[in-house]
T-cell receptor, first 113, second 110 residues
Framework: AQKITQTQPGMFVQEKEAVTLDCTYD???????LFWYKQPSSGEMIFLIY??????QNATEGRYSLNFQKARKSANLVISASQLGDSAMYFC??????????FGTGTRLQVTL | NAGVTQTPKFQVLKTGQSMTLQCAQD?????MSWYRQDPGMGLRLIHY???????DQGEVPNGYNVSRSTTEDFPLRLLSAAPSQTSVYFC?????????FGPGTRLTVT
């Protein structure tokens, strides 16, 4: 069975600062993928970044980077230079060999002036 | 490409009524899935399909049926709606890494 844990229900960050959203996972699969999604107040799910379990380098997509620590089973999302538009719910998810996505409960990020 | 489309966007049902949530994608994706999202929770997998004619149960399948007669369409059927099925429903499709989500259907069962 797969499990994703996001322990931060809510986070605040000042504009232009960096923020780290935590995600730990548990799986018995050797091959798996880790995802981060953003859900703004409008409700849609927006794909941000992906990390494969065999990828040696941490994934980056613009201001988003994924701090992947395989031994610790963590896949934290780092957002650099936060913007007001980054205020949203953020979900960590994992896909194992069965191709099914398992989601965490999410972290609500609020960016302040 | 329209991506993943879902209809309707909003629906109110009475307990015991049946309805079908529609999902279509025009990206020729083999994998499609349905999730529900409840307040304070992440998305939970209801049913999924790895190709036309093949479906399987996810984490919370009870009360829902699916079929996949074509690659493009993956409808979700509620046979007898219950208040516990009040939720936001997302359809998604993928081929490879990325999973693309539809805009969601907000369903209320009274």
């Amino acid at each position: 069975a797969q499990k994703i844990t996001q322990t931060q229900p809510g986070m605040f960050v000042q504009e232009k600062e960096a923020v780290t959203l935590d995600c730990t996972y548990d799986t018995s699969d050797q091959s798996y993928g880790l995802f981060w999604y953003k859900q703004p107040s409008s409700g849609e799910m927006i794909f941000l970044i992906y990390q494969g379990s065999y990828d040696e380098q941490n994934a980056t997509e613009g201001r988003y980077s994924l701090n992947f620590q395989k031994a610790r089973k963590s896949a934290n999302l780092v957002i650099s230079a936060s913007q007001l538009g980054d205020s949203a719910m953020y979900f960590c998810a994992m896909r194992g060999t069965a191709s099914k996505l398992t989601f965490g409960t999410g972290t609500r990020l609020q960016v302040t002036l | 490409n329209a991506g993943v489309t879902q209809t309707p966007k909003f629906q109110v049902l009475k307990t015991g009524q049946s309805m079908t949530l529609q999902c279509a994608q025009d990206m020729n994706h083999e994998y499609m899935s349905w999730y529900r999202q409840d307040p304070g929770m992440g998305l939970r997998l209801i049913h999924y399909s790895v190709g036309a004619g093949i479906t399987d149960q996810g984490e919370v399948p009870n009360g829902y049926n699916v079929s996949r007669s074509t690659t493009e369409d993956f409808p979700l059927r509620l046979l007898s709606a219950a208040p516990s099925q009040t939720s936001v429903y997302f359809c998604a499709s993928s081929r490879g890494v990325g999973q693309y989500f539809g805009p969601g259907t907000r369903l209320t069962v009274t």
